[in-house]
């Protein structure tokens, strides 16, 4: 089939909202690019079904490109929101989010590996949600001690889900970055831990509190199982493979509901800004600390705290 032209192919594209079907043919192979970070995502997850979906999202892409008649090493950030903002129409948040992730993970390495010469990857964003105005919730201090207290630390699982609370609750980290976390990225010496894959994608040293640093290493030595595996949690049962984040969030769930406590992971994720916010961090700090890629992000973060929004905003000493 004859390519179209890039006119014919934008219009056609507008009206569906979507890559148009005959653009949507299922390819045995993509351009060599394409398929080496492909083969390098696949040693870095571990289901099929991610694999996929990011398989689904450059293929697309890859048509779009060609039949566009755009050279993926001349590619721009108006090309790939254009791309996204069609293919994206008629998916729901979730997918949308997905897709963004898969594109921005693939531009990062095509810079890494030197097939571009501008990194593109920060610049691919969401847009901005109603969502966002409102306060994240939090867990109270005496909610956080309960949580804690409550695991009976003689048991592998609980000593797994405790080192992956105080993580959270320490550091602020997502369960995806805590399940990327390898034993190499931890430096006891130094009290610092390194995450390498950030929603920001700015990598970070972290600071290691003592009694973050005490609950790894009772994990190490007392629930991790022995594996040729790396990575810091590992499954339970053989062949132990490593958690994914969805593992992450499902420990921290259970340990919530034994409680009574109405939350979810992410509650101690905003304890931790909240911890920031009163011990007088600023905005710039919070939003390097918890890994957001822009200050509008962070903003809601202000509603939380009262007396920190009051001297902020209307700058009054209480």
Same mark, same amino acid.
């Given at each position: 089939?004859?390519?179209?032209?890039?006119?014919?192919?934008? *219009?056609?594209?507008?009206?569906?909202?979507?890559?148009?079907?005959?653009?949507?043919?299922?390819?045995?192979?993509?351009?060599?690019?394409?398929?080496?970070?492909?083969?390098?995502?696949?040693? *870095?997850?571990?289901?099929?079904?991610?694999?996929?979906?990011?398989?689904?999202?450059?293929?697309?892409?890859?048509?779009?490109?060609?039949?566009?008649?755009?050279?993926?090493?001349?590619?721009?950030?108006?090309?790939?929101?254009?791309?996204?903002?069609?293919?994206?129409?008629?998916?729901?948040?979730?997918?949308?989010?997905?897709?963004?992730?898969?594109?921005?993970?693939?531009?990062?390495?095509?810079?890494?590996?030197?097939?571009?010469?501008?990194?593109?990857?920060?610049?691919?964003?969401?847009?901005?949600?109603?969502?966002?105005?409102?306060?994240?919730?939090?867990?109270?201090?005496?909610?956080?001690?309960?949580?804690?207290?409550?695991?009976?630390?003689?048991?592998?699982?609980?000593?797994?889900?405790?080192?992956?609370?105080?993580?959270?609750?320490?550091?602020?980290?997502?369960?995806?970055?805590?399940?990327?976390?390898?034993?190499?990225?931890?430096?006891?010496?130094?009290?610092?831990?390194?995450?390498?894959?950030?929603?920001?994608?700015?990598?970070?040293?972290?600071?290691?509190?003592?009694?973050?640093?005490?609950?790894?290493?009772?994990?190490?030595?007392?629930?991790?199982?022995?594996?040729?595996?790396?990575?810091?949690?590992?499954?339970?049962?053989?062949?132990?493979?490593?958690?994914?984040?969805?593992?992450?969030?499902?420990?921290?769930?259970?340990?919530?509901?034994?409680?009574?406590?109405?939350?979810?992971?992410?509650?101690?994720?905003?304890?931790?800004?909240?911890?920031?916010?009163?011990?007088?961090?600023?905005?710039?700090?919070?939003?390097?600390?918890?890994?957001?890629?822009?200050?509008?992000?962070t903003k809601k973060y202000l509603s939380i705290h009262i007396n920190l929004m009051r001297r902020v905003i209307l700058d009054e000493t209480l």
């Amino acid at each position: 089939m004859k390519p179209a032209s890039n006119k014919g192919f934008t *219009q056609r594209f507008i009206k569906s909202c979507k890559i148009p079907e005959e653009y949507r043919v299922a390819q045995e192979e993509l351009p060599a690019e394409y398929e080496q970070y492909l083969n390098y995502y696949r040693s *870095q997850v571990r289901s099929k079904q991610t694999v996929q979906g990011a398989w689904r999202i450059l293929s697309g892409f890859n048509i779009y490109l060609k039949i566009s008649n755009i050279s993926l090493c001349k590619i721009s950030i108006e090309q790939v929101d254009h791309f996204l903002g069609h293919y994206n129409k008629k998916y729901a948040s979730g997918a949308c989010r997905s897709h963004r992730s898969n594109l921005r993970q693939f531009l990062k390495y095509l810079y890494r590996e030197g097939h571009v010469k501008k990194d593109l990857a920060p610049l691919v964003v969401s847009p901005p949600k109603f969502g966002h105005s409102n306060p994240p919730k939090f867990l109270r201090p005496k909610e956080v001690e309960t949580l804690f207290n409550s695991l009976d630390l003689s048991n592998a699982n609980n000593l797994r889900s405790y080192a992956a609370m105080h993580l959270i609750y320490y550091l602020g980290l997502r369960p995806k970055e805590i399940s990327l976390i390898t034993l190499d990225d931890i430096s006891f010496k130094q009290k610092e831990i390194f995450i390498q894959s950030r929603k920001n994608c700015s990598p970070a040293h972290l600071p290691l509190p003592d009694d973050a640093i005490k609950a790894i290493i009772a994990y190490i030595v007392g629930g991790r199982p022995k594996s040729e595996h790396r990575a810091l949690f590992l499954q339970l049962i053989p062949p132990y493979k490593p958690v994914g984040k969805g593992d992450i969030t499902r420990y921290v769930k259970e340990c919530m509901t034994k409680n009574n406590l109405e939350s979810s992971t992410y509650w101690l994720r905003h304890s931790f800004a909240q911890n920031l916010l009163e011990s007088g961090a600023s905005i710039y700090e919070i939003k390097e600390m918890m890994g957001h890629k822009s200050l509008d992000a962070t903003k809601k973060y202000l509603s939380i705290h009262i007396n920190l929004m009051r001297r902020v905003i209307l700058d009054e000493t209480l």
